[in-house]
């Protein structure tokens, strides 16, 4: 959007990042190409409890 495209200028032109929380990676695609510099893809807990799942499924384990 516009409103996006003046905010990621603002920060440009001050030399500040600019960050974004995408929990999709079409969002954080579209927003990487609007000029986000910084874009996270969960919260500690969350990236935590995949990488456990994902160990204890590939131990044939409960989720």
């Known amino acids: ?3 996006v495209k003046r905010i990621v200028a603002a920060a440009r032109k001050h030399g500040k990042a600019r960050g974004f929380m995408a929990a999709d990676p079409a969002v954080a695609k579209e927003y990487n190409a609007l000029g986000f510099n910084m874009i ?6 969350s ?11 590939g131990a044939g384990g409960k989720r």
Do not use: F, M
């Open 47 to 57: 990236l935590l409890l995949a990488g456990v799942r994902n160990i204890l499924q």
């Open 40 to 45: 996270a893809s969960g919260t500690d807990q």
């Open 1 to 3: 959007t516009d409103a």
